[in-house]
Structures are given as C-alpha cells and as structure tokens.
C-alpha cells in the first residue's frame, strides 16, 4: 500500500457528462500529481499540484481541471466527456515539489469508462 | 522536451535466468531517472532511482539499474528472475534542477517470466 488513496476505484458515465476523481495524498506529502493512462498514450503527465497551487501542467484538456485543497486532498474534473477520455487516472504524491530527486508514490487509480 | 524509450514491448525470460529491460532517455541537461512496475489492477511501485553518483543503482526486490551517460540509458537487470517478477515496467526521466516535476514515462515493457 503507497498511502495515496484513489476513490472511486471504477467509473462509468456517459458522454457529455461530468465526473470528479478524488485524492489523498500520503501524510507529509506537499505534491499531487496526475496522470492518465491509455493503451494508445501510455503514461501522460497531467498537472501537479504543490501545497495548494498549480506547479506544472502536461497535456491536459481544457475541459479537464483540477484543485487541491487546504487539506492537500485534490481532485480532478472532466468535463464534456467523450470516448476517448476512457482511461486509467492516476494520483501520485511526493514529498517535494521542485526538484525532482524524490520519488513519487502512486495510487490504485480510477478506471473511468465513457459509453 | 524530455523523452524515454522502451525498445521492447515485452521480453520473456526462464525463471532463474538473468533478466534486463533496456530504457534510453533524452533530457536536457543530467537527469534524474526512475523504474516504476505496475502489477495488474494495481498503481505504479517505486523500484529504483539514480540521482547522482554510483552508476549501479540497487532497488527494491533484488532490481537494479545501471547507469550509462554516455549511451543515455537507464537499463533495469535482476541477477536471478522470478515469475513474480512479471508485471509491466515503466522508465521514467525527469530534467535535473529546481522547478516544476513532471515525470515522463516510456511507454512500458511487458516482463514474463517463464517457470
């Protein structure tokens, strides 16, 4: 167990509708970081967050976004979806949030479906 | 832009023999470079990393990795594989120095271990 919990763990929706996807970090860790995760992509950074404020962001959509919160629990919301947003979303967490020495520790994931 | 590359989309090896799974990076500057395996349905383990120092890198599990500057690769080897070893292994590189982290991922190598 990494100590970063994913929740749902499966998702199912429609096109056009709207989901959130929830994280907690491991305790002390300032960092989330989220990933997505297709056949067709492999592993594609999405947007990190560091103690509350956006630190990076990858190759995410405009209809996608994402917060963190006082609590350092963040979530991420995709909006307008559409098949081809049908993936595996990963949440990962570090301690640090510059230098990229320190290791990140990954949650289960959510597997979201779009039909 | 920083890449990684996975020549092998899976490599096969006889329980007991020695395994290695080849990654190749292109960052600017020197790099920070990980091994991550993820297990079926599960999220993505920290193996090993190399931040500075001693080429030879020991990790989790009897891994370690090697690496080669002038060749720019980060390859993964265990001495002795086990069929619990299987499971898919992800390289991951990310530019040394202060500011944002972002991993970039190849695109993974499928490890079957054959008893």
């Known amino acids: 167990d990494s100590g970063v919990t994913q929740t749902p763990k499966h998702l199912i929706t429609a096109t056009g509708q709207r989901v959130t996807l929830r994280c907690s970090p491991r305790?002390?860790?300032?960092?989330v970081y989220w990933y997505q995760q297709s056949l067709d992509q492999g592993l594609q950074f999405l947007i990190q967050?560091?103690?509350?404020?956006?630190?990076a962001k990858g190759n995410i959509l405009e209809r996608f976004s994402a917060q963190q919160f006082p609590d350092l629990h963040s979530e991420l919301n995709l909006s307008s979806l559409e098949l081809g947003d049908s993936a595996l979303y990963f949440c990962?967490?570090?301690?640090?949030?510059?230098?990229?020495?320190?290791?990140?520790?990954f949650g289960q994931g959510t597997r979201l479906t779009v039909v | 832009a920083q890449s990684v590359a996975q020549p092998e989309d899976q490599v096969n090896v006889a329980e007991g023999n020695p395994l290695t799974v080849k990654c190749t990076y292109s960052?600017?500057?020197?790099?920070?470079l990980f091994w991550y395996v993820q297990y079926p349905n599960r999220g993505l383990q920290f193996l090993l990393k190399?931040?500075?120092?001693?080429?030879l890198v020991k990790g989790s599990y009897g891994f370690e990795a090697e690496f080669n500057k002038s060749q720019t690769s980060f390859h993964l080897k265990k001495p002795s594989a086990l069929v619990s070893d299987s499971a898919l292994y992800f390289c991951?590189?990310?530019?040394?120095?202060?500011?944002?982290?972002?991993?970039?991922f190849g695109k993974g190598t499928k490890l079957s271990v054959i008893p």
């Open positions: 967050y560091y103690n509350g404020e956006e630190r």
């Open positions: 960052v600017s500057g020197n790099p920070y």
């Open positions: 991951a590189v990310t530019p040394r120095g202060a500011g944002s982290y972002q991993l970039t």
């Open positions: 190399y931040i500075t120092g001693d080429n």
């Open positions: 990962a967490s570090s301690v640090g949030g510059g230098r990229g020495s320190t290791e990140a520790f």
């Open positions: 305790s002390g860790d300032l960092s």
